[in-house]
């Protein structure tokens, strides 16, 4: 069973920057690519950004340019580095283990609690 941990959501001002940290464990996720997803109350959850097992990085129009993912394949941990934010940035973050197939990031079934980024003045 997949265990995900996120951490460093907090509030900050436009403009500000934030780092998102998560650990995952109970799995061999060395073959694995590993995301950020973030979801606002009452609407879908959205993929922000993802990185492939050989540690290539992928990101949503929306946050291209500000946002900057990485992972360590031996901790197993994945960040989100965000810059530049703006107020539509808001919402709770999950971090995500699964595959990079077809072309596309393919989720796994497992999630975290997720933690809050509030951005506003």
């Known amino acids: 069973q997949v265990q995900l941990v996120e951490s460093g959501g907090g509030t900050v001002q436009p403009g500000g920057s934030l780092t998102l940290s998560c650990a995952a464990s109970?799995?061999?996720?060395?073959?694995?690519?590993m995301a950020w997803y973030r979801q606002v109350s009452g609407k879908q959850r959205e993929l922000v950004a993802f990185?492939?097992?050989?540690?290539?990085?992928n990101y949503s129009d929306a946050v291209k340019g500000r946002f900057s993912i990485s992972r360590d394949n031996t901790q197993t941990t994945v960040s989100l580095q965000m810059n530049s934010l703006k107020p539509e940035d808001t919402a709770v973050y999950y971090c995500?283990?699964?595959?990079?197939?077809?072309?596309?990031?393919?989720?796994?079934?497992?999630w975290g609690q997720g933690t809050q980024v509030t951005v506003s003045s």
């Open positions: 995500n283990v699964g595959t990079y197939w077809s072309f596309a990031y393919r989720p796994g079934d497992s």
């Open positions: 109970g799995g061999d996720f060395s073959r694995s690519a």
């Open positions: 990185i492939t097992g050989f540690g290539t990085p």
